[in-house]
């Protein structure tokens, strides 16, 4: 993670109503040298400044396409802002507004570890393996990816670019998230004992020879710490209280949790099938808690809740607050570029590579439709 020094302590005594004062302000003042772009697991507070609004894949188009802007604040994480970085012209200087906005299932990936697991995986066997990554990773994942004849994907295209990459070659290794993967995998009919698991902090990845042959696809051991929240009991739970209600899940949860679920897909997905929905539906829904209560807020003739009691929170995509946000317009406007994300060149020219790949592969599709 990287350290984010705190604020001067003048942000903390302004009021909410002062802090937003000012970020219109300074919208109003840069005009169109200014984007700034919010995650839907983003709070209300920040996502009402973003001129655009997506998930990762919406937001990855949408960076691309930034060429008139001098700045895009990235309303998201780390590696989101990474990717916006190596779509857009250097011209295009990226921002994120709290360098500690990381992600957990992105540091479950070292390109060390992926160089090591390669070396393992192609001298255990003879097939040719296609590396695909979730864009949930660092810039240096990425490029391996690029450079290897592999791809990036998100949730909204795992699947056409997993059909993709079985195309390119006899095996996949997709990384770092095993349930975005095995969630994937099974909905295009590749059964549970043909996926392994490489688990990055055991000599070779706790995999034998013979395990590694016979898989078609290698999982990485990584998972997203909210979404891997949800269980097949809460499942249970809400279909006793509510058998006529639905549960839509995102394919970062558990494969048991996704299987008891009626539907499975992306954020935009997510949000299109509740939209969709006439009036009365009833919905749990297995996701982030920010876009979850949106959901409930945006449609009130419709009954949608958490598929979840507990909290399920991006406790790192929180950290983005409205007082970061202000300070990074201050600190443009004072004419100093601070918490730019830049990608070395030689990064950059092989994850890019990765991403155009990933961007010609574009599809909402759901996963999982019962
Ligand atoms: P999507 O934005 O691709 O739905 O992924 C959700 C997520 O966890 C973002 O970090
Ligand atoms: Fe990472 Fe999960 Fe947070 Fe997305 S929701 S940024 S995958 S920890």
Redesign the pocket.
């Known amino acids: 993670m990287l350290f984010q020094p705190p604020l001067p302590p003048r942000y903390a005594e302004m009021t909410e109503v002062e802090i937003a004062d000012q970020i219109a302000r300074h919208k109003r003042g840069f005009g169109k040298s200014l984007v700034i772009l919010g ?3 983003q709070q209300d507070e920040v996502i009402r400044f973003a001129d655009f609004t ?4 919406k ?1 990855s188009q949408i960076a691309a396409e930034q060429d008139q802007a001098e700045f895009v604040v990235f309303c ?2 780390h590696f ?1 802002a990474e990717s916006a970085d190596i779509l857009t012209a250097d011209s295009v200087k990226i921002i994120l507004p709290d360098l500690s906005a990381g ?1 957990s ?1 992105a540091d479950m990936a070292a390109i060390d570890q992926l160089e090591e697991a390669w070396e393992f995986l192609t001298h255990a066997t003879a097939d040719t393996f296609v590396p695909i990554t979730y ?2 990773s660092y810039a240096t994942i990425k490029a391996f990816c690029g450079e290897h004849r592999g791809a990036c994907c ?3 295209n795992a699947r056409l670019i997993l059909e993709w990459a079985l195309t390119q070659g006899d095996k996949v290794v997709f990384l770092p998230d095993q349930h975005l993967g095995r969630n994937t995998a099974y909905a295009l009919g590749i059964p549970l004992d043909e996926m392994a698991l490489y688990d990055p902090a055991l000599p070779d990845g706790g995999l034998t020879g013979e395990q590694a042959r016979s898989a078609r696809v290698i999982l990485w051991k990584g998972h ?1 710490s ?2 891997s929240l949800f269980t097949v009991q809460q499942c249970e739970q809400i279909r006793s209280v509510a058998p006529e209600g639905k549960i839509v899940v ?1 394919p ?1 949860c558990p494969w048991e949790v996704v299987q008891k679920a009626d539907l499975a897909g ?3 997905f997510i949000i299109k099938t509740v939209g969709d929905s006439p009036g009365g539906s009833k919905w749990a829904v297995g ?2 808690v920010h876009l979850v209560d949106r959901l409930a807020a945006l449609h009130p003739d419709k009954q949608v809740r958490s598929l979840a009691s507990i909290q399920c929170l ?1 406790t790192t ?1 929180y950290r983005i607050d409205t007082s970061h946000l202000l300070w990074s317009l201050d600190e443009l406007a004072a004419e100093r570029v601070s918490n730019r994300i830049v990608v070395p060149p030689d990064v950059r020219r092989d994850a890019l590579v990765a991403l155009d790949r990933m961007l010609q592969h574009v599809s909402s599709r759901p996963m999982a439709a019962k």
């Open positions: 995650h839907h697991y997506g998930d990762s894949l937001l998201g994480v989101m992600c299932m864009v949930n998100t949730s909204g997203c909210v979404h995102h970062e992306s954020t935009e996701t982030e991006c995509m």
